[in-house]
């Protein structure tokens, strides 16, 4: 294990046991990917809280880094035949993701090259793209079909006519588009995710429930609160007694992404465990996480065992039996530890073998705006085929996530997330300081993400 990087201000690390030393006691090997320390000392500089609520600091991101980015715009389930057409927007821009006859995916802007309308505002299934205001046609490959009253338009060339497309990635069964062609290639832009997620292959899974509310927070506010876990003592007191929020692990790599690891199944250290034994952690587990509990779900605990391994032993026969797997020799922690990595700028997903959360926020649509979405992938037997993608379950600015009966409890704790959000975005515009303060360990992924968006901006 690579030595960890201190602070100048001392141990980095909360001193209570590390996720490396509960993990060390896990039944099974834990993965080198996880057990490695790749946590690196970025300063202690406060923050600017105008680059969560200046116009003009949203601008300079849509200028100079979005079009720069790879950005996660669709699942392969959710356009699986040729024809199949999804309409990804972000950021002022908007694409159209056709599967092509080969297989292949081509994203194009969704531009009429004649008075400038979008072709398509929906998903569907197309022949060609047509253009409702005139009637513009293009072939699914975005070469040039028809132009009505073609004979006033004989300036117009047929070869000057491809609609412009966007550069296409894929990994994962997830499609990624970046406008500019310029860069990194999406697997160099990835590393070392793709390596890691080798353990836990989401081509492998299908999304099973999606859901998304629009946030009156900045996009970077709400991402930032899926970033840290020690936030869970305050805002998810009912999760506390079997998650180890500040014993949580991070971990950088280069510019692009970073991990959080945070063990379930061991209460808090800011709990008091008093009169507290590992049957009340169990319990207390089964009925506020919804990834591995719900109702009705009982487990024994042997005598000597704890809740972690008692859930790690209950997960290893339920999910090898769910899933068509022999999943004997996987550890506790990729059983039900969140394993939350983050992809800059916008997509979250979460490794291990339980039900996996996938995160992605989009200024939606302006600086004080966030469409946040939150997919539930499930994982499929060998060789079974993966079934269409859900639509988004789009929530009105009335309904909580609890709303959404999908995510189960999840969205119970969602929505004590979201309650925080417009007073964080309130706050930040009121601030007399101007001035936001970091952890220098717990919110070191906060730290590394502005540090990334501050090198796209200065190019």
């Known amino acids: ?103 292949a995916v081509r994203a194009f802007h969704n531009v009429c090259l004649h008075r400038g309308r979008k072709l398509r505002t929906q998903n569907g299934r197309v022949k060609d793209l047509v253009c409702p205001f005139h009637g513009f046609t293009w072939k699914r490959d975005g070469a040039l079909k028809e132009i009505p009253c073609r004979w006033d338009f004989e300036h117009l060339k047929d070869g000057n006519m491809r609609l412009p497309e966007a550069s296409v990635g894929r990994w994962g069964g997830y499609i990624f588009v970046r406008e500019n062609d310029t860069g990194p290639t999406l697997e160099e832009y990835l590393a070392p995710l793709p390596e890691h997620f080798k353990l836990w292959p989401h081509e492998d899974c299908y999304t099973r429930a999606w859901v998304g509310k629009v946030i009156p927070a900045n996009w970077k506010v709400t991402a930032e609160a899926f970033m840290e876990a020690w936030h869970s003592n305050n805002t998810h007191p009912q999760i506390r007694a079997f998650t180890g929020d500040v014993n949580t692990k991070y971990n950088i790599y280069g510019d692009h992404i970073n991990v959080a690891i945070t063990p379930f199944g061991v209460p808090s250290p800011e709990l008091d465990m008093t009169d507290r034994d590992q049957r009340w952690v169990l319990d207390q587990y089964l009925k506020y996480n919804g990834r591995v509990g719900g109702p009705g779900v009982k487990i024994d605990l042997p005598e000597g065992a704890t809740a972690r391994s008692a859930m790690g032993e209950f997960n290893r026969k339920r999910f090898g039996k769910d899933f068509g797997r022999d999943m004997n020799a996987v550890s506790d922690a990729e059983l039900q530890d969140a394993l939350t990595y983050n992809v800059f700028p916008n997509f979250s997903p979460w490794g291990g073998f339980t039900p996996n959360v996938v995160y992605r926020w989009r200024p939606w649509p302006d600086v004080g705006h966030t469409l946040m979405e939150v997919r539930l992938l499930q994982r499929l037997a060998p060789g079974q085929p993966a079934p269409p993608s859900p639509a988004m379950n789009l929530l009105g600015a009335d309904q909580p996530w609890s709303a959404a009966k999908e995510l189960s409890v999840l969205g119970d704790v969602l929505q004590q997330d979201m309650n925080n959000l417009p007073y964080v975005q309130e706050g930040l515009r009121a601030s007399k300081t101007g001035a936001v303060n970091l952890a220098n360990y717990q919110e070191i992924r906060i730290r590394h993400f502005h540090q990334t968006l501050d090198k796209y901006l200065a190019r």
Do not use: C
């Open 1 to 103: 294990m690579t030595e960890q990087k201190r602070s100048p201000l001392g141990s980095a690390q909360y001193p209570a046991p590390s996720w490396d030393t509960l993990a060390a006691q896990d039944s099974r090997a834990i993965p080198a990917v996880l057990r490695e320390d790749t946590y690196s000392y970025l300063g202690s500089e406060a923050l600017a809280t105008e680059r969560y609520t200046s116009p003009e600091f949203f601008q300079r991101e849509i200028d100079k880094m979005w079009p720069n980015v790879w950005q996660f715009a669709a699942r392969d389930e959710e356009l699986p035949q040729e024809g199949d057409l999804v309409v990804y927007e972000n950021a002022g821009r908007s694409y159209l993701l056709i599967r092509q006859h080969d297989g």
